[in-house]
DNA sequence: CGCGGAATTGAAAGACGTCAAACTGTGTGG
DNA sequence: CCACACAGTTTGACGTCTTTCAATTCCGCG
């Protein structure tokens, strides 16, 4: 298996959990890192290049990730062969929880950027969620979330004309970093498969969104927004 | 609150869990008898009819809840007013699962037909969930279960064309009980809030449907469908 | 500088939404 | 028991949106 292969090589070695920095923020939150003395079996971490395979729909593997770095598609292949994606992984987000049940992935698991992941057994986290409530706690939370956001892709992605959907999708990935709303958008295939639209009518609207001035490159995919004119697209413009 | 009176009205007193004949398929499967001694808050069960609102999106309830008969919607409104239906309940299912996290409910919960449910607080479950492994196992496979069926609706119900949506819904909602395939469909207005489709156009196919033959009436609302037709539809035709 | 994949654009056909009218059946009151 | 009223369903006509298929342009990369 190709990506099987890439996956080790991508190995960057053992993480140092106790001094990861995304520690506190993440599943583990909570944890002491006396309690990564626990753990026997090393986590290891891997890289991933955007269109590598972290995992497939249907594979059995007892493995779970956080993503430290990157993003991931979870995708459906459909009977036709098309795809559709139905959620994102962003850094510090958990996926692959089916395996702490002992259940196949749901979905492929495609890298969409460059990407760092820690690979998490399922045995230990299991362990650790019964010792440690808190993660426990988190555990749920994550998988409620997971749950949250997949009600929200239905309804703001999958709902209404296309042009409200990817109103609704770059609002969804604006956010403002000091210097005003900016967004990274994806190759037009990317945006039509999350909102369940052609290609062409994806790179149409991006087209015509542009041109309005409604959004501003400001270099190779990344654009300046006007977050009030796509808000009153999204509703019922 | 209308509906809060109509709760209450509907009570039908406590549940004997012990003797619940749907015990060991749902929930609590795994508990034992004894178990339920431990219980100091009782159980009740209430009742709803069609239309009636068992909790609303944005409240806050300590209370989960199965439903031991009937159907139940989870609702979305669009800033439009229009409603999306995000995923159903059925027999022997839990939803409220928010309030295991202090969480408000995350939809409107609505009754589509005479339903029959228990009340279970969540402070109860959340300390039968730390005491037993498997309640808590179980616990997670309803996440991990009803994440599972907002992905397919996503990937079935809102993807394509029209008719393949409404195919794919009666292939959905169809199941041979010895005498064939059957289904009970609902109105065309829910039908269309389920595919995010129009009523007019649900209304369309379904007669279509009706005239080529695919469904034959057997009663009101209920129909004998033809399963291999429809699986054709439901891919490419 | 040229190659190749991605993005854009055009034209025509088809699907879907919208608005309005006719129809059905279900329950209610006379 | 019948007739009426009302809500849900069906159907029609029309306009708009989206897809489809094809051609062209753009852009990153070797």
Chains 1, 2 share one sequence.
Not at 117 to 122: D, E, W, Y
Not at 191 to 219: K, P, W
């Amino acid at each position: 298996m190709l990506e099987k292969i890439s996956l080790k090589e991508a190995w960057t070695g053992l993480a140092d959990c106790g001094q990861c920095a995304i520690r506190k923020s993440v599943l583990f939150a909570g944890l002491e890192v006396q309690d990564f003395g626990k753990i026997h079996d090393p986590i290891v971490q891997i890289e991933l290049a955007p269109g590598d395979t972290l995992y497939r729909a249907g594979e059995r593997s007892p493995r779970l990730f956080t993503l430290r770095k990157g993003l991931i598609k979870l995708v459906r292949y459909l009977p036709d062969g098309t795809q559709r994606i139905v959620r994102l992984i962003r850094s510090t987000d958990v996926t692959g929880l089916e395996a702490l049940l002992d259940k196949p992935y749901e979905h492929h698991a495609i890298a969409m950027q460059d990407s760092e992941l820690c690979v998490l057994p399922a045995a230990i986290v299991n362990q650790l969620s019964r010792e440690n409530p808190a993660l426990h706690r988190e555990l749920l939370n994550r998988w409620q979330r997971a749950l949250a956001e997949a009600d929200q892709w239905l309804t703001d992605l999958s709902t209404g004309s296309a042009r409200q959907r990817v109103a609704r999708l770059i609002l969804h990935l604006t956010h403002d970093d000091g210097d005003g709303p900016r967004c990274t958008l994806f190759s037009r295939e990317e945006i039509g498969a999350m909102l369940g639209i052609t290609t062409e009518t994806a790179s149409r609207i991006v087209a015509d969104f542009r041109r309005r001035g409604i959004l501003r490159t400001i270099e190779s995919k990344r654009y300046e927004v006007d977050t009030e004119a796509l808000a009153g697209l999204a509703d019922g413009g």
